[in-house]
């Protein structure tokens, strides 16, 4: 054998050992030095096994969170995707508020950031540190409450739009053959109609572009962001190979698959078109400034644009124009899917509870104007949606949907630097002598991460009393006293997330959701037509039970309603 082969045998034989060697530390001597090992927590049954499944399947996690707190307590280890994967599962309310008010220690993972970077860009949603929040600072005056009150007559006009469709099938509908026929309704997946019209929302107030999704798929723009959040993240299938994606993305270059391939053909198009309507905004902006007006644009982007260009915001603090693009690409993301579950779960909702829907369409109907909705100018619109806004029993059904079924099912962070988390009630740890002895505080060491149980927040039932895992729209009326210690940016629920990385968009989220609910339920009724269930595909997802393969969707009957004329 020559030297120079011998010598690469023998540099390949210690590149194994050195990797087998590593191997073993992450396996074995990591997790057994890992401080998170001292604390309580379910066993795994073998090398590879883990506790993500049980804890990420909303179709029996609440079962698996109430579990963890009755034999393990508040604060449990459990096990993530690898055997070196100890992570911190907390219900404590005082720990889960230091995480979420400490961003800069406890950030998203690389591996989430590249996930969400790879397809929307470094937005709010994927940024760190001093970028989060050089974009935080000039995206917060774009989501004020004046801009987003600007924003009202959009919505209305989307909402108005679904109506009218859904006329136009369930007329339709009566035209087909005696047995497909549904007593003057139509069997519509209002999943699907919900999201177009959502997309069709956050197109005109997102940049003031029109997608006229309702109408029409056609559109190339909506076509690339429909086409990109599907492939990539609605019909994800959870495997091997997106695993090892996550962690290697290089080869998906090398191996490119359909979502590659999708998402690259996708990101092409926004970049064209949505850089060009950057462009032109831009342009209309230093046209007004040099006429010695403002230029008065009420999307997001348009606002976007002028924060960043305000005379008090220092250069270095200015973002460019790719971060602008990122960031309306998160709001697509962020604002369209998850508002428009949140629509179709309460509709769902109403179906399945017919007393909760009469109650709230009277509601609604009680201050519904006298004159069309169609010929309401935009101060009346706007008149009409404060006295939305305000009322106590529609306030309760979208708490209480969002609370039961928040969109984000749980999230994830992972500590930057070794940190103590502060607890609520003392946690069991086992110290060198293997006995458990009880401390009010813990060592969270760098580099493990925060499984964040959204749900589980949601529904303790220790926390929300007995009846916390049922739709109650009432129970906001009369809260039990331990809610108020929960954290959370909107009604000490954890929907929207806490602290400085919590949901900007909140406000027009809920804009959003009360103007659809006005326009359907005072023109609609809902009955359920399929048993649906949820899933937790990124966001969690109605399907109807047994066919998860013809991807989210939930039928309902929806049946014009005719208000009875008064006697």
């Not at 889960?96 to 993972?109: D, F, N, V, W």
């Not at 019909?235 to 090892?244: A, D, N, R, S």
Request: charged share 20%.
């Amino acid at each position: 054998m020559s030297h120079s082969s011998s010598l690469l045998y023998s540099l390949l034989a210690a590149s194994i050992a050195v990797g087998a060697a590593y191997l073993f530390y992450l396996a074995v001597l990591e997790p057994a030095w890992n401080p998170l090992r001292k604390l309580p927590g379910p066993p795994t049954r073998s090398l590879f096994g883990n506790h993500m499944g049980m804890v990420l399947d909303p179709s029996r996690s609440p079962r698996i969170h109430e579990a963890f707190v009755k034999h393990y307590g508040r604060n449990v280890r459990i096990r993530g995707f690898l055997p070196w994967d100890q992570r911190l599962f907390t219900l404590d309310p005082v720990s889960l508020a230091h995480i979420l008010k400490h961003s800069t220690i406890y950030e998203k993972p690389w591996q989430s950031r590249a996930l969400i970077g790879g397809l929307i860009g470094i937005g709010m949603l994927a940024a760190e540190g001093q970028v989060h929040k050089r974009q935080r600072r000039v995206g917060t005056p774009a989501f004020s409450i004046q801009n987003m009150r600007a924003l009202v007559p959009v919505t209305f006009q989307k909402a108005m739009e679904l109506k009218e469709r859904w006329l136009a099938l369930i007329a339709d509908a009566q035209h087909a053959p005696d047995g497909e026929r549904s007593k003057g309704g139509a069997r519509l997946d209002v999943c699907h109609w919900v999201s177009r019209a959502t997309f069709d929302v956050i197109g005109l107030a997102g940049f003031d572009y029109q997608f006229n999704a309702i109408h029409d798929e056609s559109n190339e723009l909506f076509m690339a962001y429909k086409e990109m959040f599907e492939i990539a993240v609605s019909q994800q299938g959870g495997g091997l190979w997106e695993l090892v994606i996550v962690y290697a993305p290089f080869l998906d270059r090398f191996a490119p698959g359909q979502r590659y391939t999708v998402v690259k053909k996708s990101q092409a198009v926004i970049k064209r078109v949505a850089g060009r309507l950057i462009q032109e905004k831009k342009r209309k902006i230093e046209e007004a400034e040099k006429a010695g007006t403002t230029y008065g644009g009420k999307d997001l982007l348009s606002a976007l644009l002028r924060s960043n260009a305000a005379a008090d915001l220092p250069p270095d603090q200015r973002i460019s124009d790719e971060d602008i693009l990122n960031n309306i690409n998160t709001f697509m993301f962020a604002g369209s899917d998850t508002s428009s579950l949140s629509v179709t779960w309460i509709l769902y909702l109403l179906s399945v509870y017919p007393e909760v829907q009469d109650r709230l369409r009277a509601e609604l109907l009680s201050i519904a104007p006298t004159a069309p909705l169609e010929s309401l100018a935009q101060d009346e619109i706007a008149s009409l949606y404060a006295k939305i806004a305000e009322l106590p029993y529609l306030e309760n059904v979208v708490r209480e949907t969002l609370r039961l079924i928040p969109p984000v099912h749980s999230s994830i962070r992972v500590a930057t630097k070794d940190d103590v988390i502060p607890t609520s009630t003392p946690v069991k740890m086992q110290n060198k002598y293997g006995e458990y002895e009880e401390v009010n505080s813990f060592v969270m060491p760098k580099g493990s991460c925060v499984h964040v149980p959204i749900e589980a927040f949601n529904l303790d039932r220790e926390v929300w009393g007995p009846d916390g895992w049922a739709f109650k729209p009432e129970r906001w009326d009369n809260l039990p006293e331990a809610v108020k210690a929960q954290p959370g940016l909107y009604n000490n629920i954890l929907t929207f997330s806490a602290g400085p990385r919590s949901c900007i968009g909140v406000k027009f989220s809920i804009i959003e959701i009360k103007m659809f609910m006005f326009v359907l339920v005072t023109n609609f009724k809902f009955a359920p037509c399929d048993k649906v269930g949820k899933a937790n595909v990124v966001l969690t997802r109605p399907y109807v039970m047994g066919k998860h393969k013809e991807g989210s969707q939930c039928p309902l009957l929806v049946t014009p309603y005719v208000q009875e004329a008064q006697a």
